[in-house]
């Protein structure tokens, strides 16, 4: 089945008249002869604009037109598989066999089927046939292959097939692709740089090569590298906005933010506008401080994607950054309607309301904070110190308790936990507590000093601090 989205009926003249003369026979409920290669046209139109019904249609009338040709049920096979009915396409495809077993694409049409239904071994087996017809086509042969190991995550015989690929077409750059995913998935960046580099240096003109082979080095956060080699894909293709892209990323990442919007808006003017590639560039624009344009990208952003909740934060922080905190929590609040487990937008929008005078509100949002995410340490410290702060020593301490008994491996909330006893006077339990956090992570001792300014007074504390450090 073809999967693009190119519409030659509507560029030629001949081939719309024929879709139009084929409709005017339905309508008309006539019956007209189109010969073998009609047929095969209108069923790719009918099919690549997902029309399935007409499809089958085209090919129930060629089928009794055309008795002879094979060529029907192979599409006829093809559709079946499209429509997700693999089990009557195997049959189909099984029946065309017996009628034309030499035919190469019986067999790849028919390992499709197979993969379908999650039967890998048998597609595997069933391409491996086909390759045996000297008319087969080798290269895409060898990419269903590739991808039919990555199902059973056999990605070294996936690798060396994309490899047998390129061998055969070096311009293929879906294998190049497919390639550069597969040693991502596999943690092997050191060896996709090696096999780039060597593929550069036969084919140093392939700017998709070079990307990957940036994506390579990034992975590495060997910035540097990766910028020089977006930077060839750029000079090879200067209407590559994905390098564009990346470019601006590993700028940014090395908070060369100014060149960083640079690169930003040549890539926007390239993609003409997107959702990320605008926020991106808001950060930016936040970064040096520049807060008006940062709004102005964060809006667009959140009106190319309304449902992305960062940009609506965005906008927010630049307007609290701009002393119009009423406003800014109203773009807070859209953020965390939008995804109200986000926990960092929660600790912002609490912290809001708390400067902003509403504790109720702030309490109320620390509280979801803590409810959100179970290893967020600087969620149950920062709303323990919020409730410390404003003398409500019974809901910090609920919080601190509770996040111990969600997460005991979280050693920062058993030190917090063991320094608010200490505070309010109960050092009983602030030394079992602190006992446990020493226990678990006995290289964080410095916590109890920054939890518990009056730490260094107690030599019951610095005892049992050392008693560990010697350990």
Known sequence: MKENSDFPFEQNDEEAFLVEKFENMLSNGSLLFFDVDEFENLIEYYSIRNNIDTAFTVINMAKNQHPTSAAFMLKEAEL?????????ALKTIEKLELIEGQNPEIFITKASIFSQQGRYNQAIKTLKDALLFED?????????LSFEYQNINRIDKAI????????????????LYELSYCFDITDKPDEAIEFFNQFINSYPYNYHAWYNLGNAYT???KYHQALDSYEFAILINEYFSSAYFNKAN???????YNEAVEVYL???DLEGGGAI????LA??????ENYQKAIEYYKLSSKADPKYAEAWMGIGLSLDNLDQLPEAITYMEKAVALDDKHVDNLLTLADSYDRAGDKEKAREYYFLAVDADDNEVDAFIEASDFFIDNNAIDDAIEVLVDGVRRNPSLAEIQYKLAATYFEIAEPTKGISLLHQALDLAPELSHLIFDYFADAEKFQEIIDLVDIYKNR
Request: proline share 4%; aromatic share 12%; with cysteine.
């Open 80 to 88: 079946l598989a499209f429509s997700n009915k693999p089990v009557e």
């Open 136 to 144: 087969s086509d080798k290269e895409s042969i060898y990419m269903s």
């Open 160 to 175: 060396r097939f994309l490899k047998s690929v390129l061998e055969i077409n070096p311009s293929n750059e879906d294998a």
């Open 219 to 221: 992975n590495l956060k």
């Open 250 to 256: 590993i700028l940014a990442r090395l908070e060369r």
């Open 266 to 268: 040549k890539c926007l």
């Open 277 to 280: 590639t605008q926020f991106y």
């Open 283 to 288: 950060e930016c624009y936040y970064n040096v």
